[in-house]
């Protein structure tokens, strides 16, 4: 992976209001193209977030069947509680 998924985390949780918002003001101009443009970037940031969310779950997962405790904060798996 290019990027680490708590970089991606961050941008894509800024990416969706900001895009959403610039959408908004995109459907004022009535300009076709500008509005498809921001929809298509609403969309990628989403499937961002859905992509680490399944990621951190996977992470989860395997560190729960090892019998490990995961910490969410920084997606370790650790043998103390």
């Known amino acids: 992976m290019v990027f680490s998924s708590s ?8 990416c969706v209001p900001l895009s959403v918002a610039f959408f908004l ?10 509005n498809i443009m921001t929809l ?7 499937g961002l977030l859905i992509i680490q969310q399944y990621e951190d779950y996977a992470n ?19 043998v103390e509680s």
């Open 40 to 46: 298509g970037f609403v969309f990628i940031a989403c």
């Open 7 to 14: 970089t991606l985390w961050f941008i894509s949780i800024a």
């Open 60 to 78: 989860f997962t395997d560190c729960i069947n090892k019998g490990f405790n995961y910490n969410a904060f920084s997606t370790k798996c650790s």
């Open 25 to 34: 003001c995109t459907l004022k101009q009535q300009k076709m193209w500008l």
